[in-house]
């Protein structure tokens, strides 16, 4: 069983265009993550969602919307796509404090490939 | 200057030889560091995790956290060709802040 997935695993589309990744966790995990990996393996936060609720939104163009109907999920909507936001994309989740606190769990990632 | 420093590499060494990765912070504040392993397509995974400073080992691999120079170390003893990945340093308090990764290859 797959502890945290999300789909698609590629997405190859135009400029211009809007597009969702979606993520869930099966771990009981409070909080979830989206990270962006670029092609220099750089793997940076874009937001952090707790319960449900936004804790972190790094400077993130507000064309990057992320969406939590419940805290085993977390998606994000990607509208007017455009060539740098080429990259793959990681979901991750941790679990609350106490053992290994800050330990992130990641999805399989999404490529997103912007033409 | 980035708060996690890592040099990219690549790092080639012949099977059985003992790696050393090494990754500088900048941010005082960080209380948990972690290495992670990513292989090629996949999503990173945990290796090793230190709160404070110290070493921690486990198996083949030690990890080494120095506040006072704020320096974080992995050591792989015996290194072998499934070794062959990035591996990620990351610090933290509240959120992880990863290194850029130093890719690892290891020739049979």
């Known amino acids: 069983d797959t502890a945290v997935s999300q789909t698609p695993k590629y997405l190859v589309t135009q400029m211009g265009n809007d597009k969702s990744i979606k993520c869930e966790q099966n771990?009981?995990?409070?909080?979830m993550y989206w990270y962006k990996q670029d092609s220099k393996k750089f793997l940076k936060i874009m937001f952090s969602?707790?319960?449900?609720?936004?804790?972190i939104n790094e400077t993130v163009p507000n064309r990057f919307s992320p969406k939590s109907p419940d805290k085993a999920h977390l998606n994000l909507h990607i509208n007017s796509l455009e060539l740098g936001d080429s990259a793959v994309y990681f979901c991750?989740?941790?679990?609350?404090?106490?053992?290994?606190?800050?330990?992130?769990?990641f999805g399989e990632g999404s490529r997103l490939t912007v033409l | 200057q980035k708060e996690v420093e890592q040099d990219p590499g690549p790092l080639s060494v012949p099977e059985g030889a003992i790696v050393s990765l090494n990754c500088t912070y900048s941010?005082?504040?960080?209380?948990?560091f972690m290495w992670y392993r990513q292989y090629s397509r996949k999503g990173p995974e945990l290796l090793m995790y230190?709160?404070?400073?110290g070493n921690k080992e486990d198996g083949r691999f030690t990890a080494q956290v120095d506040k006072s120079s704020k320096y974080i170390s992995l050591f792989i003893r015996d290194s072998q060709p499934s070794d062959s990945a990035t591996y990620l340093c990351?610090?933290?308090?509240?959120?992880?802040?990863f290194g850029k990764g130093t890719m690892l290859l290891v020739s049979p």
């Open positions: 991750a989740s941790s679990p609350p404090l106490g053992v290994n606190t800050g330990e992130l769990f």
């Open positions: 771990l009981g995990h409070d909080t």
């Open positions: 969602y707790n319960n449900k609720e936004l804790i």
């Open positions: 941010n005082s504040a960080f209380q948990y």
């Open positions: 230190t709160y404070s400073s």
């Open positions: 990351a610090g933290g308090y509240s959120t992880l802040t």
